[in-house]
Nanobody, 124 residues
């Protein structure tokens, strides 16, 4: 089993920054083999892809809505995933979920393992 725990959410004003962290653990979790990413869900909306990163950290993907403002990174030795969010906008308000999967070929929206989510609220 794999456990994912997100931290770092909160209430901020438009233009502020936040950094989300996701700590991974579990007997079967090997950071060097897992594809990881962030997904968010706003009230009344479906889950939306935000960003993903391969185990090597070489291949990064971002949604168009966050490109240039958010940066995904990981520290495999510490089993941590990060999302640096700059210039936050009210439309970024959502619950942010960390996701992980042993396959590098899937969409992160179909990941096998999920955290419980952390709330990010951006006021105007």
């Amino acid at each position: 089993q794999v456990q994912l725990v997100e931290t770092g959410g909160g209430l901020v004003q438009a233009g502020d920054s936040l950094r989300l962290s996701c700590a991974a653990s579990g007997r079967t979790f090997n950071a060097y083999g897992y594809y990881m990413g962030w997904v968010r869900q706003a009230p009344g909306k479906e889950r939306e892809f935000v960003a993903s990163i391969t185990w090597s950290g070489i291949s990064l993907k971002y949604s168009d809505s966050v490109k240039g403002r958010f940066t995904i990174s990981r520290d495999n030795a510490k089993k941590l995933l990060y999302l640096q969010m700059n210039n936050l906008k009210p439309e970024d308000t959502a619950v942010y979920y960390c996701a992980a999967d042993p396959s590098q070929a899937i969409s992160i929206l179909s990941a096998r393992y999920w955290g419980q989510g952390t709330q990010v609220t951006v006021s105007s």
